[in-house]
């Protein structure tokens, strides 16, 4: 089986990379999915049979400024994907995020009806939506809070700021599943290896137990033995762009 696995330079794809998985890694200079509105292009050309699609708009206070951007690679990049794998009879495996949900009522199953609460959380819901529409043979993964070594993300700025802090305050009321980029690569690998042995749809695919940002500060900074005190604090009104579920 040809395994195609797009956006591939972050944290997950290069997981990915690390664990071994059996596939052409395209990154966003190598295969941008905005590009895939031409006929011909590298997917119909290639012919893989599964595209694990990683690549994304991360920036959540970045979307709200920057709303078209979000929406091309978060919404318009999977339809086209979906669309040129139904043309070639391809299959798709899609990241999206817990941030399609308000945060009201967690923690959330597959069948909860979706209310994102910032313009990231609709674009990637919007991107969910074109693969259902466009393409049956799809798997959707949402994940939450994915931290590892090879890129910018939460631990690392926590440590960063610990090393050079003697005191950290760490909002408290924000709750998920942390997620290791290595356990969300080696879960996408399984389903990969055997898409098609499980039912197509949605699936939740996050870390546990769940914790707070305070709680996983804390937790980072213990374990890397930083003399750095964490001390929890509420969000306060207004302190983002966006707002958080």
Partial sequence: MKVWVTGAAGQVGL???HIGLDAQFFSRQQLDILSLNRRSNAITEGKPDLIINLAAYTNVDGAESDPGRAFSVNADGPRLIAENCDRIGCGLIHVSTDYVFDGVSGPYTEDRATDAINLY???KLEGEIAIRRTLERHQIFRTSWVFGPDSPNFARNILKAAEANEELHVVDDQIGGPTPARALAVSLRVAAQNFG?????TYHLSGEPYATWFDLAKTFVEKAEIPCVVKPRSTKPNERPAKRP
């Fill in 15 to 17: 997981s990915l990379r």
């Fill in 197 to 201: 042995s499980f039912e197509m749809g």
């Fill in 121 to 123: 959380g609709e674009s």
